[in-house]
């Protein structure tokens, strides 16, 4: 007789495997990663793995559309609570640069998995996804500059997010002040608010 599976327990552990892989690719990196390596840091066996996601690609992109959704999920729910325009640009500026280890841990991985993805097409479609629902929290910022010529502005948002990033990562002792600081004086110039706060 089959086992029946509670659906509730099982999405409990689904996240709680891609929790660990994210972690473990964070440390070894897309290329070095194994399912060996994050069954260790989830406690489970490779077969486990096997069951809940096919394979390492598949448990991988998982881990990916997870922690992105995540993000976007949690920045819109902060721009959504603030009230005012300069709130919502903060907000959104705090949930792009959110500790000094997230951060680094997000944008290593994310970078990582996106190198991965210029090799293997069905991850690309991850990253579209992720590209598209980060366009269009972006679009929402954007906005807070007028109707006119936000596409363009929300493109050139990423743009900034993403350089200050690679910026981030690169640094060796990076201030998570300062990095909130620059990205926020670099949206108020793209929103036409230069004067302001």
Same mark, same amino acid.
């Given at each position: 007789?089959?086992? &029946?599976?509670?659906?509730?327990?099982?999405?409990?552990?689904?996240?709680?495997?891609? #929790?660990?892989?994210?972690?473990?690719?964070?440390?070894?990196?897309?290329?070095?990663? +194994?399912?060996?390596?994050? /069954?260790?840091?989830?406690?489970? &066996?490779?077969?486990?793995?096997?069951?809940?996601?096919?394979?390492?690609?598949?448990?991988?992109?998982?881990?990916?559309?997870?922690?992105?959704?995540?993000?976007? /999920?949690?920045?819109?729910?902060? *721009?959504?609570?603030?009230? +005012?325009? %300069?709130? #919502? *640009?903060?907000?959104?500026?705090?949930?792009?640069?959110?500790?000094? %280890?997230?951060?680094?841990?997000?944008? +290593?991985?994310?970078?990582?998995?996106?190198?991965?993805?210029?090799?293997?097409? /069905?991850?690309?479609?991850?990253?579209?996804?992720?590209?598209?629902? +980060?366009?269009?929290?972006?679009?929402?910022?954007?906005?807070?500059?007028?109707?006119?010529?936000?596409?363009?502005? $929300?493109?050139?948002?990423? $743009? *900034?997010? %993403?350089?200050? &990033?690679?910026?981030? *990562?690169?640094?060796?002792?990076?201030?998570? $002040?300062?990095?909130?600081?620059?990205?926020?004086?670099?949206?108020?110039?793209?929103?036409?608010?230069?004067?302001?706060?």
């Amino acid at each position: 007789m089959a086992r &029946s599976v509670n659906p509730i327990q099982d999405r409990a552990r689904r996240a709680a495997l891609e #929790k660990a892989a994210y972690l473990a690719l964070y440390e070894r990196g897309y290329a070095g990663v +194994t399912l060996g390596d994050i /069954a260790g840091h989830a406690g489970v &066996s490779k077969g486990t793995l096997a069951y809940h996601f096919g394979s390492r690609a598949g448990l991988l992109a998982a881990v990916m559309r997870r922690f992105t959704r995540t993000i976007t /999920a949690v920045t819109r729910r902060a *721009l959504r609570q603030a009230v +005012t325009p %300069e709130a #919502k *640009l903060r907000a959104y500026v705090e949930n792009q640069f959110y500790g000094v %280890e997230n951060t680094r841990r997000f944008y +290593t991985v994310s970078l990582d998995f996106l190198a991965a993805a210029t090799r293997d097409p /069905a991850l690309m479609n991850v990253q579209r996804d992720f590209q598209r629902e +980060t366009l269009a929290l972006d679009l929402e910022v954007a906005r807070l500059g007028g109707e006119e010529g936000a596409a363009e502005r $929300a493109r050139l948002l990423r $743009a *900034l997010v %993403e350089g200050l &990033s690679v910026r981030f *990562l690169a640094d060796p002792e990076p201030d998570l $002040a300062s990095y909130r600081g620059e990205c926020l004086r670099g949206l108020r110039a793209l929103l036409g608010w230069e004067n302001q706060g």
